[in-house]
Nanobody, 124 residues
C-alpha cells in the first residue's frame, strides 16, 4: 500500500503559477504510473495530467496543455505538477493518484490510491 500527501496549493491571481508536490510513502513510487486529478465544487473529479513510472510518457487534458507540466523524481518518491498561466476555471481541489494497473490513470476507476487533496484557488 502507498500513502500520498499533496502540498503546494493556495490562492493565486489569474496568470500566476503554483507548483504542487505529491510525496509517496509505504512503497517506492517506481512501482506506479501516476496522475493528478482535480474536483471543482459541484463537479465530477477529472484527470488533469499523468506520467508513466519511468517519466518518459505524459498525458494532459486539453484544457491544461501548454500551461501545466507533470514530472517525477523517483529517487525522492515525489511527483510534481507545475501550473502556469492559471485561470479562474482551474480553481479546484487537486488530488495525486497512483494507478491500479500499468498505465497512466486517466479516469477515477483506474486509481488505486488517492492523496487527501490540496486546494487551489485562482482569483480573477
Amino acid at each position: 500500500q502507498v500513502q500520498l500527501v499533496e502540498s503546494g496549493g493556495g490562492l493565486v491571481q489569474a496568470g500566476g503559477s503554483l507548483r504542487l508536490s505529491c510525496i509517496a510513502s509505504g512503497r517506492t513510487l517506481n512501482d506506479y504510473d501516476m496522475g493528478w486529478f482535480r474536483q471543482a465544487p459541484g463537479k465530477d473529479r477529472e484527470s488533469v495530467a499523468g506520467i508513466n513510472r519511468s517519466g518518459t510518457g505524459t498525458y494532459y487534458t486539453d484544457s491544461v496543455k501548454g500551461r501545466f507540466t507533470i514530472s517525477r523524481d523517483n529517487a525522492k518518491n515525489t511527483v510534481y505538477l507545475q501550473m502556469n498561466s492559471l485561470k479562474p476555471e482551474d480553481t479546484a481541489d487537486y488530488y495525486c493518484a497512483a494507478s491500479r494497473w500499468r498505465g497512466i490513470p486517466t479516469t477515477t476507476g483506474l486509481v488505486a490510491y488517492w492523496g487527501q487533496g490540496t486546494q487551489v484557488t485562482v482569483s480573477s
